[in-house]
């Protein structure tokens, strides 16, 4: 009778993205929650609970899927706005004076990036687009608002607003930044204005 040591692939081969169990004559992947495992058993998958559980958030409201798991977030439109016909979006009517920039919208927009993410990378493209649905191109865009200690800024480039990380996403959380984006003409002046509310869920994992 000849006994073999069992081999621990997990420490020879470290074959798991996440987690790996030592067993008899094999190994297991493990994911941590809100994730699941592949079917090539060895990576992790974030879970849309949003979608597979059909998370029911309260009044003016949206499910924010995160990596790991949800957040209903406070989407409210102002009083002086009303719903678009997607969620998270409001809009104002200019039915007097225009020549402040009107109609404006607001937009609410949620994102989830995996840890560590290096400095100076793109992470979010904006576009300002009319009622209509038109693209406007001679915008530019501005950080109104942000969570001090941020790690995105918003630069322009050709009528788009780029968020891009300032430093390395090294820590967890979620962040929020107001933009403004201003849409001009040549004759006009400001032609039409859109606000951007958008969240930015890190991941505590790099996947």
């Known amino acids: 009778c000849f006994l073999f040591p069992d081999i621990d692939e997990c420490q020879q081969r470290n074959p798991c993205q996440h987690e790996c169990r030592n067993?008899?004559?094999?190994?297991?992947c493990l994911c941590p929650a809100g994730y699941r495992l592949l079917p090539n058993n060895r990576n992790c998958q974030d879970i849309d609970e949003c979608v597979e559980q059909r998370i029911s958030c309260g009044t003016n409201q949206m499910c924010f899927n995160t990596r790991g798991g949800f957040q209903c977030l406070d989407t409210p439109c102002p009083a002086s706005?009303?719903?678009g016909p997607s969620p998270g979006t409001c809009y104002r009517r200019c039915l007097t004076d225009c020549s402040s920039g009107g109609p404006y919208t607001l937009q609410y927009k949620l994102l989830t990036l995996p840890y560590g993410i290096p400095p100076n990378h793109?992470?979010?493209?904006?576009?300002a687009?009319?009622?209509?649905g038109l693209l406007q191109n001679r915008t530019s865009f501005t950080a109104l608002e942000q969570d001090s200690g941020s790690p995105f800024a918003i630069r322009d480039e050709g009528g788009h607003g780029l968020i891009y990380t300032l430093r390395s996403l090294d820590?967890?959380?979620v962040y929020r930044i107001k933009v403004q984006a201003v849409t001009h003409t040549e004759q006009q002046g400001v032609r039409y204005q859109s606000v951007f509310i958008i969240y930015i869920s890190v991941s505590p994992y790099p996947y």
């Open 81 to 83: 706005y009303v719903k």
């Open 171 to 173: 820590t967890s959380g």
């Open 129 to 132: 687009f009319s009622e209509g």
């Open 122 to 127: 793109d992470v979010i493209r904006l576009s």
């Open 23 to 28: 067993t008899e004559g094999s190994f297991q």
